[in-house]
């Protein structure tokens, strides 16, 4: 007997372990969160997000304890309306939920309204989260983006505000996303001011003294957006105003003339409702993103036309890149680079080999070695005299390759980083490009414009590779490959707003019109 009485208290404390938990002294019963989905329908997602929750607490109040409401419910209620005003959204303002929080703060109301406004939280919460942190777009790479979306845990998230009920918690979201929505809190305030006023102008260009009543405006929109710490309010171009548009158009990724030019002057007449649109859409690719990134990456962001390397999550290094024009798009996603090959052969890709090479042979086969390449099949070189080009229309059955050499394509320098678009970073031989303020022009993969740098960043912890034995190298032509081991991720990103390290709202065009496209999900849905 007594042993069965043992088995018996034995099996209640292990049925009852999670109540000892002690989240709340308050308890559901299952029956009511059913009668609550019956009165107020939610989809199957949602529903079995908050029946997990309170599954997990053994039904225990999340809201709730007997003592009333706790801090938890502030904390939850001011990041509603935050977002709200934040988004200009209003999908989760609540009449209902607002006069029950109320009621409940001066103690009006019953048991079966408690439990209302309970299951009411959660059920927000969970449709909050969902959309404010993993975003509003359903799949991503419908968008064009490929960087593993990494998914949230809405359960821990809701957890760790009713745990830390005393204070707000830390978002699920990427430093990236939280400075720039502090620039998005900023510009409705422009917005709700009257805006960005118009600079209308007949000059073609407007420079340091010159005198134009438009230059009132021109002051008064630079300082608005930070540009201008002072505002004079004369009609004169004055240093200080020179020096603002030299900001300004640091920003917005124009030559920093500190002139008033024609491209200059279309970037300051965008309005602030079109610069809040921008700042949003780019919030919301930002949810795809981890909320922790690694410590050491690099990073192309693809319209600003540069890459950066971050080390220990600062900013050490930067440089200009050519991207992909707009027929041939560099792709959106992250790799890790795990070779450098110094004197690199470039594999023409089908496309170019058939369309544009193709017919150059059939004029002339020396074509092939007037530019450094070779034609190989099986692994072995083929005379191009040897073959009757003019039986090919396409899809010709050898590979083209250009030779290692000062004029190879792909420079002198090749990084590797296996991807199924076949995209890597290189050295070239264009290098008036990289002067340019649009950098477009390739075929897809990313030329960097001191990609020995680079190398030796890559490298510098690599005894094998010093830099003298690098330049000994790529003094040759021989094709050498080299480890990168540990490997380092790279993300080839596409942001249009973003803030820098410096604090600095940034914008840049949209040279892919993938910003149209993501609009219509952020602001039809």
Same mark, same amino acid.
């Given at each position: 007997?007594?042993?069965?009485?043992?088995?018996?208290?034995?099996?209640?404390?292990?049925?009852?372990?999670?109540?000892?938990?002690?989240?709340?002294?308050?308890?559901?019963?299952?029956?009511?969160?059913?009668?609550?989905?019956?009165?107020?329908?939610?989809?199957?997602?949602?529903?079995?997000?908050?029946?997990?929750?309170?599954?997990?607490?053994?039904?225990?109040?999340?809201? %709730?304890?007997?003592?009333?409401? =706790?801090?938890?419910?502030?904390?939850?209620?001011?990041?509603?309306? *935050?977002?709200?005003?934040?988004?200009?959204?209003?999908?989760?303002?609540?009449?209902?939920?607002?006069?029950?929080?109320?009621?409940?703060?001066?103690?009006?109301?019953?048991?079966?309204?408690?439990?209302?406004?309970?299951?009411?939280?959660?059920?927000?919460?969970?449709? /909050?989260?969902?959309?404010?942190?993993?975003?509003?777009?359903? *799949?991503?790479?419908?968008?064009?983006?490929?960087?593993? &979306?990494?998914?949230?845990?809405?359960?821990?998230?809701?957890?760790? +505000?009713?745990?830390?009920?005393?204070?707000?918690?830390?978002?699920?979201?990427?430093?990236?996303?939280?400075?720039?929505?502090?620039?998005?809190?900023?510009?409705?305030?422009?917005?709700?001011?009257?805006? /960005?006023?118009? #600079?209308?102008?007949?000059?073609?260009?407007?420079?340091?003294?010159?005198?134009?009543?438009?230059?009132?405006?021109?002051?008064?929109?630079?300082?608005?957006?930070?540009?201008?710490?002072?505002?004079?309010?004369?009609?004169?171009?004055?240093?200080?105003?020179?020096?603002?548009?030299?900001? /300004?158009?640091?920003?917005?990724? +124009?030559?920093?003339?500190?002139?008033?030019?024609?491209? =200059?002057?279309?970037?300051?007449?965008?309005?602030?409702? %079109?610069?809040?649109?921008?700042?949003?859409?780019? @919030?919301?690719?930002?949810?795809?993103?981890?909320?922790?990134?690694?410590?050491?990456?690099? +990073?192309?962001?693809?319209?600003?036309?540069?890459?950066?390397?971050?080390?220990?999550?600062?900013? &050490?290094?930067?440089?200009?890149?050519?991207?992909?024009?707009?027929?041939?798009?560099?792709?959106? /996603?992250?790799?890790?680079?795990?070779?450098?090959?110094?004197?690199?052969?470039?594999?023409?890709?089908?496309?170019?080999?058939? *369309?544009?090479?193709?017919?150059?042979?059939?004029?002339?086969?020396?074509?092939?070695?007037?530019?450094?390449?070779?034609?190989?099949?099986?692994?072995?070189?083929?005379?191009?005299?040897?073959?009757?080009?003019?039986?090919?229309?396409?899809?010709?059955?050898?590979? #083209?390759?250009?030779?290692?050499?000062?004029? *190879?394509?792909?420079?002198?320098?090749?990084?590797?980083?296996?991807?199924?678009?076949?995209?890597?970073?290189?050295?070239?031989?264009?290098?008036?490009?990289?002067?340019?303020?649009?950098?477009?022009?390739?075929?897809?993969?990313?030329? &960097?414009?001191?990609?020995?740098? +680079?190398?030796?960043?890559? @490298?510098?912890?690599?005894?094998?590779?010093?830099?003298?034995?690098?330049?000994?190298?790529?003094?040759?032509?021989?094709?050498?490959?080299?480890?990168?081991?540990?490997?380092?991720?790279?993300?080839?990103?596409?942001?249009?707003?973003?803030?820098?390290?410096?604090?600095?709202?940034?914008?840049?065009?949209?040279?892919?019109?993938?910003?149209?496209?993501?609009?219509?999900?952020?602001?039809?849905?």
């Amino acid at each position: 007997m007594k042993k069965i009485l043992l088995l018996v208290c034995a099996f209640t404390l292990l049925i009852g372990c999670k109540r000892g938990q002690d989240f709340s002294d308050l308890y559901l019963e299952e029956t009511v969160i059913t009668n609550f989905f019956a009165q107020h329908p939610e989809t199957e997602e949602i529903q079995e997000e908050v029946n997990l929750f309170y599954e997990d607490r053994d039904y225990q109040y999340a809201w %709730f304890n007997k003592k009333g409401m =706790t801090e938890a419910v502030d904390n939850f209620y001011n990041q509603l309306q *935050n977002y709200s005003n934040d988004f200009a959204d209003n999908s989760f303002q609540n009449p209902e939920l607002d006069q029950m929080i109320a009621s409940v703060a001066k103690k009006k109301t019953n048991k079966k309204e408690v439990e209302k406004l309970e299951l009411l939280l959660t059920t927000t919460f969970f449709k /909050f989260s969902k959309k404010a942190y993993g975003g509003t777009t359903k *799949n991503p790479r419908n968008l064009g983006w490929f960087i593993p &979306v990494k998914k949230k845990n809405y359960q821990e998230i809701l957890d760790e +505000l009713i745990v830390n009920d005393d204070e707000a918690i830390d978002e699920p979201v990427n430093i990236y996303y939280k400075k720039l929505r502090q620039k998005l809190r900023e510009y409705r305030a422009i917005q709700d001011n009257g805006g /960005f006023p118009k #600079i209308v102008t007949s000059k073609k260009i407007l420079s340091l003294n010159d005198k134009d009543s438009c230059l009132v405006n021109a002051k008064r929109r630079l300082f608005l957006s930070g540009d201008l710490k002072t505002n004079d309010k004369s009609i004169v171009y004055t240093p200080a105003l020179a020096k603002a548009v030299t900001n /300004f158009q640091q920003r917005v990724g +124009l030559p920093e003339s500190g002139k008033i030019d024609k491209q =200059t002057l279309i970037e300051l007449n965008k309005s602030v409702e %079109f610069r809040i649109r921008q700042i949003m859409i780019n @919030l919301e690719r930002l949810r795809w993103l981890p909320a922790e990134l690694e410590k050491n990456y690099l +990073l192309v962001n693809i319209p600003e036309y540069r890459l950066h390397i971050y080390e220990g999550n600062k900013l &050490v290094w930067e440089t200009n890149v050519v991207v992909g024009k707009e027929m041939s798009r560099t792709s959106i /996603f992250k790799g890790n680079i795990s070779q450098i090959v110094l004197n690199p052969y470039w594999n023409v890709p089908p496309s170019i080999a058939n *369309n544009e090479i193709l017919p150059e042979l059939k004029k002339n086969p020396g074509y092939l070695s007037n530019n450094n390449m070779e034609l190989v099949q099986n692994g072995q070189v083929v005379d191009p005299y040897s073959v009757y080009w003019s039986d090919y229309s396409g899809n010709i059955p050898y590979e #083209i390759r250009q030779k290692p050499g000062d004029d *190879n394509s792909l420079g002198k320098i090749k990084f590797l980083f296996p991807n199924g678009f076949n995209i890597y970073l290189h050295d070239t031989p264009a290098k008036s490009l990289f002067g340019l303020t649009k950098r477009s022009f390739s075929h897809g993969c990313i030329r &960097v414009e001191y990609p020995k740098s +680079l190398a030796f960043y890559l @490298l510098r912890n690599d005894r094998k590779w010093p830099q003298e034995k690098i330049e000994n190298v790529l003094d040759s032509d021989v094709s050498t490959g080299i480890t990168i081991s540990p490997k380092v991720p790279v993300y080839i990103t596409y942001f249009t707003a973003w803030v820098d390290p410096k604090g600095n709202l940034n914008f840049r065009n949209d040279i892919y019109n993938l910003d149209g496209k993501l609009a219509r999900e952020v602001f039809e849905r």
